[in-house]
């Protein structure tokens, strides 16, 4: 239900635009995000967009990284600029539709230093 794309290879101080989207019918989405996870850690919250709120950042990535939604489409992107080693993980999209948590297939982003 979510497809996540736009992941790959790119050297540090780079950038990359990740996509998500949603597809289904179902009334509202209460938040979108983007997590990320490393060979043997957590998954761990990158960037929120809850619906009627101002979004929300890990620290390692404010003022690099960008989340943005488009609700007409069902859609959310991260914008990640300057990007580090550190960054480098399988990112996942998440979507909370009417309290139920969905997941996309995660994206590999892998930042060469």
């Known amino acids: 239900q979510l497809q996540a794309s736009g992941g790959g290879l790119v050297q540090a101080g780079g950038s990359l635009r990740l996509s998500c989207v949603a597809s289904?019918?179902?009334?509202?989405?209460?938040?979108m995000a983007w997590y990320r996870q490393t060979p043997g850690k957590q998954r761990e919250l990158v960037a929120v967009?809850?619906?009627?709120?101002?979004?929300n950042y890990a620290d390692p990535v404010k003022g690099r990284f960008t989340i943005s939604r488009d609700n007409t489409k069902n859609m959310v992107w991260l914008q990640m600029n300057s990007l580090i080693a550190e960054d480098t993980a399988v990112y996942y999209c998440?979507?909370?539709?009417?309290?139920?948590?969905?997941w996309g297939q995660g994206t590999q982003v892998t930042v060469s230093s």
């Open positions: 998440n979507a909370n539709i009417r309290s139920t948590y969905y």
């Open positions: 289904g019918s179902f009334f509202s989405i209460n938040s």
């Open positions: 967009d809850r619906t009627g709120a101002r979004p």
